[in-house]
Nanobody, 123 residues
Framework: QVQLVESGGGLVWAGGSLRLSCAAS???????RGWFRQAPGKEREFVAA????????YYADSVKDRFTISTDNAKNTVYLQMNSLKPEDTAVYYC?????????????????WGQGTQVTVSS
C-alpha cells in the first residue's frame, strides 16, 4: 500500500499560480500518479495524470495548457503546477496512485488517495 500526502494548497487571486506536491511513502511504484479535484456538491473529477517514468502525461480539457504535472522519483513526489487559475478551479485537490482497475480518467478506478488540499481562487 502507498501512502500519499498533499501540500501546497491555499488562497490565490484569479490569474495567479500555485504548485501542489504529493509525497508518497510505502509501496511507491504505481503505473500512474494523478490528481483529481472535488468542488462542493460535485463529483470528484480527473485533473491530470503521469506515468511512473514521466514519459506520458494526460490532462482534462479544462486545465490543459494551464496546469502541468511532473514527477521526481528520487523524492517519490508528484507536482501539479497550476497557472492562470480561475475561480472555477476552486476545489479540494486529491493525489492518487494506481489505478487499481479500469481507466485512469475515473475516480472509481483508484483505491489510494491522499487527504486532500484546499485550493481557493478568488475573483
Amino acid at each position: 500500500q502507498v501512502q500519499l500526502v498533499e501540500s501546497g494548497g491555499g488562497l490565490v487571486w484569479a490569474g495567479g499560480s500555485l504548485r501542489l506536491s504529493c509525497a508518497a511513502s510505502g509501496r511507491t511504484f504505481t503505473t500512474y500518479r494523478g490528481w483529481f479535484r472535488q468542488a462542493p456538491g460535485k463529483e470528484r473529477e480527473f485533473v491530470a495524470a503521469i506515468t511512473w517514468s514521466g514519459s506520458a502525461t494526460y490532462y482534462a480539457d479544462s486545465v490543459k495548457d494551464r496546469f502541468t504535472i511532473s514527477t521526481d522519483n528520487a523524492k517519490n513526489t508528484v507536482y501539479l503546477q497550476m497557472n492562470s487559475l480561475k475561480p472555477e478551479d476552486t476545489a479540494v485537490y486529491y493525489c492518487t496512485a494506481g489505478p487499481a482497475r479500469g481507466s485512469i480518467w475515473y475516480a472509481s478506478s483508484y483505491d489510494c488517495w491522499g487527504q486532500g488540499t484546499q485550493v481557493t481562487v478568488s475573483s
